[in-house]
């Protein structure tokens, strides 16, 4: 297949991929020619990064085929993707930041002496002459670790040349730029393409893919929507096919009205995370966070929790300042936490399910336990919160993602506390247990609970929400009436797009 | 395999204890067969008095472990506390004030490995390795390298046996054992042992004052690393600064045998119970089949080895179940 000359260099047919029962990808179809920029997008949890997974060989495939140069498989191997010339530029920065530029663009294939010694004068010179080619001002002999972020994803770029790569996966490469690096990275990117080299280009700033792209592909719920040449298509398209039409997942709350405030955040600061940011949250109800990752919510909800601690501002719960100093003083507070990250920062995997429940509870009242009071409570909760487990003594490691969620849900259920932080509430939850989650949610705001819930699922926030604070950039910009606001202007507000910027202060 | 083999094998991982009372059965009847004294009230008595020590030292060791921490300055404290013992004795103090002024200091030792590991957020286990040194060589220190015998000051906790039988230092080893699975099965504490070391972060995020907590599980062995060296001293008679050395591994591994993750939370007081006693009856039962004492060495080894993989397959299955 040609296309202006160029050829077809990539081909996806029919990939599907599971886990467990979750569909990651279904179908995709996705095809790359050389020296093309082809733009990949989509909504957190779309199936990009599984995509990305698949094509470097970290993860299987469970149905479908890749073409490669004309060459058909079935899966690949990491080592077998690389030898094609697939290389994969991650956010994270993989470099051995000890040594030196010239020695990382080297790492695992050294020139050697014929002693076998390594030669690093040859090996100097040759990665000199790379960087030169590329004009790139990084001296050979520097420290990785004495480069700036956008020298060090430049770095990862020019390896990937160096190992003849002729399709390059770059994923969020700008997230971490400032405006300048940013135009020098997409620079870079030009000339790459001007090499015949093939990228997939992964962004959440859209404006970017209308900079450097050729084509756009939109992915949602592991489906390829459209692919568009991006000439033809524009930003309001591309966000409308982001977000999808479907409304059926979409959840119908009661809204409990009250006026009573319950928490005021004034002038909270943490440096470098987030400034001045001041908010109420009502009795009865739930505010959602939305922004990108990375904008400071969960920074913020982690002072609020006193994980961290705040530089300067004031945190007033019932009309009385307090300034917890550890989560279990914020505990005795009522303030409680339902993490993102439920195995590390919430789960005792290796513990049964009621040593998980009654922790927090016992920890503030019981020295001596008394185990028929404890599995009473707990058998409860397990039949109210629909846990479904072999009992209150198995181990919660073995539950499934929405069960251990419901587990920790408990917890601060049995300790009575009065504020709730949800963190991505349903992140990795299966579809059923999701509604169940928002079931108990809407119960605690029926009981007068207030509910802070950061997530990056739009239609959750706009569902769930009763009002939507946006923060971009550790700033909390706006807040929204989750019932007059589109999605579309929602995702707009996260991205600092002017045009759907009502509102913005 | 056969049908029964399977389930033997099941039941195996299933349930650590049934396996090493197994071995600790098997080991007992190939002993008997050999050498008929084996059974002899006056050898198993003498187990008994033999495991002692040791149960005391794996009790402590079992808080230690399964909250995710490690003392492996257990022998050279035995040695610094049971030298100040005998001393005091020696100078004529009131011989159990002698052995309560040892146990503290053998509390305070321990409390310093955990302040220390805690405050520089260090690993206990390193902390301990540079511990020995300081702890040995406060111990040449005070006794310039000698013995110090005590014979016939404070024999009554090592030589009496209830009924002729029941050494009263494995009724003390027992206490021992009684306590600490008290505390794992029926406090918040024991809740917070597991908890910090499954997850110590969660653990600081549910409300536990870790740090708190883990000064007291330090305390807590050094009490019972001092009783230890309180028992041998009243069965030795004598202390030196060497007393008491290769202990700490031994109960450490009886934890681990016993079915505790080295990486801690997980685990319990029978297990350890079970680690203990395979450990008295392989070296008993050896002796007993007169075993070159050589050879013994080698054979403990091997059968240790051999009751670890067993424990880390059976954890290792579980784990494999959970993803």
């Known amino acids: ?505 | 395999m056969t049908q029964f083999g399977a389930k033997i094998k099941k039941q195996m991982l299933a349930n650590q204890w049934s396996f090493l009372l197994l071995v600790v059965v098997i080991l007992s009847i190939i002993a008997g067969a050999v050498n008929p004294r084996y059974w002899w009230v006056g050898n198993l008595s003498n187990l008994l008095g033999q495991i002692s020590v040791l149960s005391l030292a794996a009790c402590g060791a079992t808080i230690l472990i399964i909250s995710g921490n490690f003392d492996i300055s257990v022998g050279a404290n035995i040695g610094l506390s049971s030298v100040v013992m005998a001393m005091l004795m020696r100078t004529g103090v009131f011989p159990p004030l002698a052995a309560l002024v040892g146990v503290l200091i053998s509390i305070l030792c321990a409390s310093l490995i955990g302040a220390a590991s805690i405050l520089f957020q260090a690993p206990s286990f390193i902390i301990s390795l540079a511990a020995i040194g300081v702890f040995q060589g406060a111990a040449l220190y005070v006794t310039q390298g000698t013995i110090q015998t005590i014979y016939g000051q404070f024999e009554t906790l090592g030589g009496v046996k209830l009924f002729n039988v029941l050494p009263l230092l494995f009724i003390v080893a027992l206490l021992g054992y009684g306590v600490v699975y008290y505390i794992l099965a029926h406090t918040q504490l024991g809740r917070c042992v597991y908890a910090i070391g499954n997850n110590q972060r969660a653990a600081y995020l549910a409300g536990i004052k870790v740090n708190r907590k883990k000064m007291f599980f330090f305390a807590l062995n050094g009490l019972f690393v001092g009783v230890a060296a309180m028992l041998l001293l009243s069965r030795v008679g004598a202390a030196q600064p060497s007393t008491g050395t290769g202990i700490e591994l031994q109960a450490i591994g009886s934890v681990v045998i016993g079915g505790a993750p080295m990486s801690g939370g997980k685990g319990n007081v029978g297990g350890t119970f079970c680690g203990v006693l395979l450990w008295g009856v392989i070296g008993n039962a050896l002796n007993m089949m007169r075993v070159n004492a050589y050879i013994q060495d080698v054979i403990v080894g091997l059968l240790i080895i051999f009751a670890v993989a067993v424990s880390s397959l059976r954890l290792r299955a579980e784990k494999a179940m959970m993803e």
């Open chain 1, 1 to 505: 297949m040609e296309q202006d000359n160029q050829t077809e260099i990539l081909a996806i047919r029919n990939l599907t991929k599971r886990f467990g029962d979750t569909i990651a990808l279904d179908n995709v179809d996705f095809t790359l020619f050389s020296g093309e920029v082809h733009c990949l997008v989509g909504e957190n949890g779309a199936g990009k990064s599984t995509l990305i997974k698949i094509l470097s060989g970290a993860e299987r495939l469970d149905k479908g085929t890749i073409v490669v140069f004309g060459k058909e498989f079935n899966r690949l191997a990491p080592d077998q993707a690389m030898e094609l010339g697939i290389a994969t530029i991650y956010q994270d920065v993989e470099l051995v930041t000890s040594l030196t530029v010239a020695d990382n663009i080297f790492l695992g294939h050294e020139i050697k002496t014929r002693l076998g010694r390594i030669n690093y004068a040859a090996q100097n010179r040759k990665a000199r002459e790379t960087l030169e080619s590329m004009t790139i001002a990084i001296p050979e002999t520097a420290l990785v670790e004495s480069l700036s972020p956008a020298q060090q994803q430049t770095l990862q770029i020019i390896k990937a040349i160096h190992i003849n790569a002729k399709i390059m996966i770059m994923d969020e490469p700008t997230s971490s730029l400032g405006v300048e690096e940013t135009r020098a990275l997409l620079d870079l990117v030009r000339k790459l393409t001007a090499q015949k080299i093939g990228i997939i280009y992964i962004s959440h700033y859209l404006p970017e893919i209308f900079e450097i792209g050729d084509r756009v592909t939109v992915l949602k719920d592991g489906r390829v929507v459209d692919t568009q040449k991006v000439r033809s298509t524009d930003l309001r398209t591309i966000t409308r096919k982001m977000l999808g039409q479907d409304r059926a997942l979409f959840y119908k709350r009661d809204h409990v009205q009250t006026r009573e405030i319950a928490l005021r955040v004034r002038n909270l600061s943490r440096r470098g995370q987030f400034e001045k940011v001041s908010f109420d949250v009502y009795r009865g109800e739930i505010l959602g966070f939305g922004g990108l990752v990375g904008a400071g919510r969960s920074a913020l909800m982690n002072v609020l929790f006193a994980a961290d601690r705040s530089d300067v501002g004031e945190i007033i719960l019932n009309d009385r300042a307090i300034t917890p100093k550890s989560p279990r003083e914020a505990i005795a507070h009522g303030v409680a936490m339902i993490p993102e990250d439920r195995k590390l920062q919430g789960l005792f995997d290796l513990r049964s399910v009621l040593e998980n429940i009654v922790i927090v509870d016992n920890e503030t009242n019981v020295l001596f336990l008394n185990h028929r009071h404890e599995s009473v409570g707990v058998s409860d909760l397990i039949n109210r919160l629909h846990i479904v487990t072999q009992g209150a003594q198995q181990p919660v490691g073995y539950l499934s993602g929405g069960n251990q969620q419901k587990v920790i849900l408990a917890r601060w259920l049995l300790s009575k506390a009065q504020i709730f932080i949800f963190d991505e509430p349903t992140k990795g939850v299966d579809i059923g247990a999701k509604a169940q989650i928002y079931d108990l949610m809407v119960q605690l705001t029926q009981l007068g609970k207030s509910i802070l819930m950061v997530s990056s699922d739009i239609p959750e926030l706009v569902s769930m929400s009763d009002r939507i604070a946006v923060m971009r950039n550790g700033v909390l910009v706006t807040v929204f009436a989750a019932q007059d606001v589109t999605e579309q202007e929602l995702l707009g507000s996260f991205l600092g797009i002017s045009e759907h910027g009502r509102g913005n202060k």
